[in-house]
């Protein structure tokens, strides 16, 4: 129940966070913006292959995992309202959002302490 609350919050945030924005490059500046202000410091922010990936420092990554287990807020609770955002972007603006997940999938970026997203158009259907 509290995993479905998370994704309606993202999803109604993304109403407004992304209002006005079309393309994957206004989407991604308005993510950044959202990253910074809640703390996240970005890293680096190339283009690869019409994809904007955006490399940043997780700072929740290990946030109590003592008591509730390792990646649990960063990975469990937190990528809900992320959730939240896939789902508008691909129904409202056609846009494929890859939400935060662990930077040692990118063969240029294994820091374990690393996370990156990524954010491009999604692709035409095949014609038959």
């Known amino acids: 129940m509290i995993r479905r609350a998370l994704h ?10 992304f ?9 991604v500046r308005r993510l950044r913006i959202a990253y910074r202000l809640v703390g996240v410091r970005i890293v680096e922010t190339p283009t690869v292959d019409a994809t904007e990936r955006t490399v940043f420092l997780c700072p929740y990554r290990n946030l109590a995992a003592g008591r509730v287990g ?5 990975h469990d609770i937190l990528d809900r309202v992320d959730d939240g955002y896939v789902t508008y972007l691909r129904r409202h603006r056609d846009i494929d959002y890859q939400r935060p997940r662990s930077c040692a999938r990118l063969a240029y970026c294994g820091a374990s302490e690393y996370c990156y997203s990524e954010v491009s158009s999604r692709p035409d259907p095949p014609e038959r």
């Open 8 to 17: 309606a919050i993202g999803y109604l945030l993304a109403h407004v966070l």
């Open 19 to 27: 209002l006005g924005a079309h393309t994957p490059e206004a989407i």
């Open 70 to 74: 390792r990646h649990r807020l960063c």
